[in-house]
């Protein structure tokens, strides 16, 4: 018996609806694979004969307190050599990253770079809040009607003119200021892999750091007794500073301000006059408990671990000299709370951060971030400066590896438009921020491909050590 004309239409309406439907589930599926895509790589790019074998804590048999007693072992600070997986990070942070703090091993040298960080970060400028509220009040200033930004790009330009001042002590060009933030944004697209390394772009901020020490800009007390040559102080300022400190600066920010776009109660507060420091101080320790900076860090083991007990089912047993452990910040911030998924400032009135899962900037006993102090400080002046002068809001979800940088729509506070235009404008933006994260999955599997490749081939941290621990070229050209 045949379809009737009328039947035949809505049969092929219902397949042609759920054909559209399961595309559409396939494309949103890809963010999604990704994610385990990126984890898959970062955690068996150990594999072969070079490097050790990998273990990612916390799990289901080395719970939080065999994390703690891993991260705070003497034998658990190999940060570089032995290790696969530093070949790519090395990789991702060149030029230089054999400068970077967090990539040399312990010894004399970074002592050096270790000190020279400690200076740069203790210069006295006249009031690095005051320095802070004005380019924050440019900030400010730049924002019309409904403005959209991506958060993390937007911020970038404040902590690019800010850590310049504080380091120089001038401000920044326009032209400088661009090339700054361009030279962050490739080396953290990369990191994300958005795009292939441009090692121009780089190098422009290497050359340009080492002109203004040529010039005397940096204070004479900072390098006094160090035995660092101008190319490795113009490596250390590009690479940990205006790249490292202005991405992770920015980024904490935008955890921050997309926090206050989608908790209106946390944002009433922090807007007020009087908000009481506790308050914005809980506030700052949730963002960095649930959008930690570091996703993971890696540390190689120099000798053989017995995990104590309480450690979970592997407690008594040995991680062999040589591990690559990978700690995972986010799963241990998420154990051992209430409501963990939850972002609840006042939990941290009766918490005290060293009894919790709490260690965004690494532990105290193994060479946490330099910058702890300073992060912690004008995130603590930022954040009630920003949500008593800005309106945010954002419909993107909010998670730590920020896909689609910060999405978000930025008002002045007494900016007048109704609610109509503004429901609107978010769901245009969701919308096409839908196809273009599926676009940037794309393009984030070529680029895995290419940069893990290609990491591979150089081999930076490998040829390094196995080079004397010597000044890798800049250029990354290798006679073999």
């Known amino acids: 018996m045949s379809l009737s004309k009328t039947g035949m239409q809505g049969h092929w309406c219902t397949l042609a609806a759920a054909s559209v439907v399961t595309a559409w589930g396939a494309f949103r599926l890809l963010p999604r694979l990704l994610v385990k895509h990126r984890m898959h790589l970062l955690t068996t790019i150990n594999d072969g004969v070079d490097s050790g074998e990998g273990l990612q804590v916390p799990n289901a048999e080395i719970n939080e307190h065999g994390f703690r007693a891993l991260y705070r072992s003497r034998a658990s600070r190999g940060r570089s050599e032995g290790a696969g997986l530093s070949d790519l990070f090395w990789y991702f942070l060149s030029p230089g990253p054999e400068i970077h703090p967090e990539q040399v091993e312990d010894g004399p040298k970074y002592d050096q770079i270790?000190?020279?960080?400690?200076?740069?970060?203790?210069?006295?400028?006249?009031?690095?809040?005051?320095?802070?509220?004005?380019?924050?009040?440019?900030?400010?200033?730049?924002?019309?009607?409904?403005?959209?930004?991506?958060?993390?790009?937007?911020?970038?330009?404040?902590?690019?003119?800010?850590?310049?001042?504080?380091?120089?002590?001038?401000?920044?060009?326009?032209?400088?200021?661009?090339?700054?933030?361009?030279?962050?944004?490739?080396?953290?697209?990369?990191?994300?892999?958005?795009?292939?390394?441009?090692?121009?772009?780089?190098?422009?901020?290497?050359?340009?750091?080492?002109?203004?020490?040529?010039?005397?800009?940096?204070?004479?007390?900072?390098?006094?007794?160090?035995?660092?040559?101008?190319?490795?102080?113009?490596?250390?300022?590009?690479?940990?500073?205006?790249?490292?400190?202005?991405?992770?600066?920015?980024?904490?920010?935008?955890?921050?301000?997309?926090?206050?776009?989608?908790?209106?109660?946390?944002?009433?507060?922090?807007?007020?006059?009087?908000?009481?420091?506790?308050?914005?101080?809980?506030?700052?320790n949730e963002c960095f408990r649930l959008w930690p900076l570091f996703g993971i860090a890696h540390r190689i083991t120099t000798d053989d671990i017995v995990l104590p007990p309480g450690s979970g089912p592997k407690a008594g047993s040995t991680v062999p000299k040589g591990t690559v452990v990978c700690f995972n910040y986010p799963e241990y911030h998420s154990r051992g709370y209430e409501d963990a998924q939850q972002l609840q400032p006042e939990r941290w009135s009766l918490l005290k951060t060293a009894k919790q899962n709490f260690c965004p900037f690494g532990v105290a006993s193994n060479r946490p971030c330099p910058a702890q102090s300073l992060a912690t400080r004008y995130m603590v002046h930022l954040v009630p400066f920003f949500a008593a002068r800005l309106d945010f809001e954002s419909p993107v979800e909010h998670t730590r590896s920020l896909p689609g940088a910060g999405l978000c729509v930025v008002s002045r506070r007494e900016t007048a438009v109704g609610r109509m235009p503004r429901s609107l404008l978010q769901s245009s933006l969701w919308a096409l921020e839908q196809f273009r994260t599926v676009g940037q999955s794309l393009v984030q599997f070529r680029c895995s491909v290419a940069i893990v490749g290609d990491a591979k081939r150089l081999k930076l941290c490998k040829r390094f050590f196995e080079g004397g621990q010597k000044l890798l070229p800049m250029n990354q050209v290798f006679d073999s």
């Open 114 to 284: 270790n000190l020279v960080t400690q200076r740069i970060l203790s210069i006295e400028r006249s009031s690095l809040e005051a320095m802070l509220a004005k380019h924050a009040a440019r900030h400010v200033a730049s924002v019309s009607g409904l403005k959209v930004v991506r958060l993390r790009d937007w911020y970038m330009e404040l902590f690019a003119a800010f850590l310049h001042e504080m380091i120089f002590g001038d401000e920044a060009s326009p032209e400088v200021l661009a090339m700054i933030v361009r030279h962050a944004t490739n080396i953290i697209e990369t990191l994300k892999w958005c795009e292939l390394r441009d090692m121009d772009a780089r190098m422009r901020v290497v050359d340009y750091c080492l002109e203004r020490l040529r010039a005397g800009a940096l204070p004479a007390s900072v390098t006094e007794g160090v035995d660092l040559s101008e190319e490795e102080l113009a490596l250390l300022l590009a690479n940990a500073f205006f790249n490292t400190g202005v991405v992770q600066s920015a980024e904490a920010l935008t955890h921050a301000s997309l926090a206050l776009a989608q908790n209106p109660e946390a944002t009433r507060r922090l807007a007020e006059p009087d908000v009481p420091k506790d308050y914005t101080q809980g506030f700052v």
